[in-house]
C-alpha cells in the first residue's frame, strides 16, 4: 500500500491534491492484487488501468499548465517524462492480463508506485524550487 507523506508535498495545493489521488488510485491496483475473494480480477484490471490513464492526463495537463503559468525553463524535458509515463499506460497488452493477473497487477503497481514517488520527489520538487 501506498500512503501519503507530508514529504510528498510540493507547496502547490492543487497539485498535491492530485497526487494525492493518484496515491488513492495506486492503492485500488493494491487491494485488487490483495483480494483473494476474486478468481477473474480482468474487468477490474482493465477499469483501473482506464482510471490510472485518464486522471493521469488530467493531471498531467493541470501540473503542465503551471508549470508555462510560471514559465518554468525544465518544461519541456519534463512533459517528454508525462509522455513517457502515458505511452507506457497506454502500452498495456490487455490480452497478456488474462492468464497471470495478479503478476500483472504486482507489475502494474510497483511500475506506478516507483515512477509516482521518484517522480514527484526528484521531478515535480523542482517546479517550486526554480530560479
Known amino acids: 500500500m501506498v500512503v501519503w507523506k507530508e514529504e510528498f ?6 497539485i498535491d491534491a492530485q497526487h494525492q489521488k ?7 491496483v493494491y487491494k485488487l492484487l490483495n483480494n483473494d475473494l476474486l478468481t477473474d480480477k480482468y474487468d ?3 477499469a ?8 493521469t492526463i488530467e493531471h498531467f495537463a493541470a501540473e503542465e ?5 510560471i514559465n518554468y525553463r525544465k518544461f519541456l524535458s ?3 517524462i508525462h509522455n ?12 497478456k492480463i488474462d492468464n497471470e493477473q495478479n503478476l500483472y497487477l504486482k507489475e502494474i503497481l510497483n511500475f506506478v508506485t516507483d515512477w509516482l514517488i521518484s517522480h514527484i520527489l526528484q521531478t515535480d520538487k ?6
Not at 483501473?48 to 486522471?55: A, D, F, M, S, W
Not at 499548465?65 to 503559468?69: L, R, S, V
Open 48 to 55: 483501473v488501468i482506464e482510471e490510472l490513464r485518464n486522471y
Open 78 to 80: 519534463h512533459k517528454a
Open 84 to 95: 513517457d509515463f502515458i505511452e507506457r499506460i497506454e502500452g498495456v497488452d490487455l490480452s
Open 22 to 28: 493518484l496515491f488513492e488510485i495506486t492503492n485500488k
Open 9 to 14: 508535498g510540493i507547496g502547490i495545493a492543487a
Open 126 to 131: 523542482l517546479i517550486t524550487t526554480a530560479d
Open 44 to 46: 477490474q484490471i482493465v
Open 65 to 69: 499548465a503551471y508549470m508555462q503559468e
